[in-house]
């Protein structure tokens, strides 16, 4: 797949069909993540892939996270109807039958998380990118860091950050495409 398409045709998908995606493509999904660059090439995170048992466990907790964020919802304006739809998808993750975790170390100074951080980012996007190319859908996720701990713990990995979560299969529904906006951009000395 040619990397533009990858990158403009990508989106967000929330509901999925049951259907397991092979293992070899979650594999090379998981390596595209790993090649992602990182500061001072630390490679300060990792990834967890869920299925099965693991899976529904780590979803049930991930749902958790919904009364967090319903009056921020709220707050922010999004209708009725609309916080219905967010709290299907982290009631089940819109059914995908895998979920992968992203974690990164915990670094000693604020300016070094930040790389950990950054670096986390561009192992996510990869991962994204790479299963568009494998036919596999994603959603980055962030809304389930409220239940942090929780799901750090179910990990086993107490001691880290969790990133961001992203279910990841076939997608059963063609997500919208969410308009871009027109953010300045300065070109300097040309
Ligand atoms: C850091 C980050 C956190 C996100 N967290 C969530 C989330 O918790 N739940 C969700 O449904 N989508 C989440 N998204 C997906 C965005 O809503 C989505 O990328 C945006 O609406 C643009 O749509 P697109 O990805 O289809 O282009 C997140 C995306 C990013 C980059």
Redesign the pocket.
């Known amino acids: 797949m040619d990397l533009y398409e990858a990158m403009l045709n990508?989106?967000?998908h929330?509901f999925y069909k049951p259907d397991m995606p092979p293992r070899e493509a979650l594999e090379r999904v998981v390596n595209a993540g790993l090649w992602a660059p990182s500061g001072t090439n630390a490679q300060a995170w990792e990834i967890t892939v869920l299925a099965g048992k693991a899976r529904d466990e780590f979803v049930a907790l991930c749902s958790k996270s919904f009364p967090y964020l319903e009056p921020l919802l709220e707050k922010a304006g999004v209708p009725e109807k609309g916080r219905q739809m967010?709290k299907g998808?982290f009631k089940d993750l819109g059914g995908a039958p895998v979920v992968m975790a992203v974690t990164i170390y915990k670094a000693p100074d604020p300016e070094m998380q930040m790389a950990n951080i950054q670096s986390g980012a561009a192992l996510m996007q990869n991962l994204l990118l790479a299963a568009h190319a494998e036919g596999l859908g994603t959603?980055?996720?962030?809304?389930?860091l409220y239940v942090e701990q929780e799901l750090l713990e179910f990990l086993g990995k107490p001691h880290q950050q969790l990133l961001?979560i992203t279910p990841i299969g076939y997608s059963a529904k063609e997500?919208p495409?969410?308009p871009r906006k027109d953010r300045e951009v300065k070109w300097l000395g040309f």
């Open positions: 990508r989106r967000s929330r967010v998808f959603c980055w996720m962030t809304g389930v961001a997500p495409v969410p």
